[in-house]
């Protein structure tokens, strides 16, 4: 595929806050953060943060009411759009709390809860249905990794969600390259390894859907980002920003994320 033209594409940091942060917890850490981010990256730096469900209507408003520059996303959806799924909750649902992200088959869902490719695709096709942007989370076990499967698994994964999407959808896709190895471990992927890692997921995504697509489309890295690292993971050219986890809980080491972020490709 031709040469990347990174400079295109705005980076981006996102937070999940997985199951952390209650309602009212979620309200001061988004104030929080509304004090703290660096103002001048802005243009540059898209900055969304992954509540849980019960939170997102406080943030929503919080959002609102204070001109906070956060963009709102969710952790996950089904793959229907209402019906007898108890426990779950459709993206129409999402869509209707001004949520703009929605993380989909990340591995969290996938390896505890057992979410099969086939299902990752169908929550993937519900978040477009609604118009909102799948951030689609794809990576290799530590086991897939040894037997040299971390091409294969990432082309079977991004094959799979991606059956059908438009190329108009696809471009404002946004893959996350997430090796399981390294979410929640403290092992960070070598920045050689988040490039190569990120440059063969939109490999992938140009030849399941379209090369000018997937030149548009935004491909993160997540697993152990911290401030420290931030932009020499975010130097490799197909690395457009990261997927925070534990980093983002807290508004001093999430802002600190953004700041570093705003530094990469600021030319
Ligand atoms: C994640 O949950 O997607 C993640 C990358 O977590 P952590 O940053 O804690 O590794």
Redesign the pocket.
Known sequence: MAAVNETARRSMVAG?W?MHHDHLQAIRTVQEIGLRLPAEVLPRVEVVVHPPFTDLRSVQTVLEDRAISLVLGAQHCAGEDSGPFTGEVAAPMLARLGVRYVLVG?S?RRHLFGQDDEQVAAALRAVLRHDMVPVL?VGETGQERAADETEAVLERQIRTATAGVRADQAASLVL?Y?PVW????GVTATPADAQQGCSHARRMLAASVDDTAARAARVLY????VAENTAELMAGADVDGV??????LQADSFCAIVAAAGSVRSG
């Open positions: 999940n997985k990340h969290e989370c996350a997430e390294a979410i929640g471990t997540g697993g152990s980002v997927l925070v986890g534990g980093a983002s």
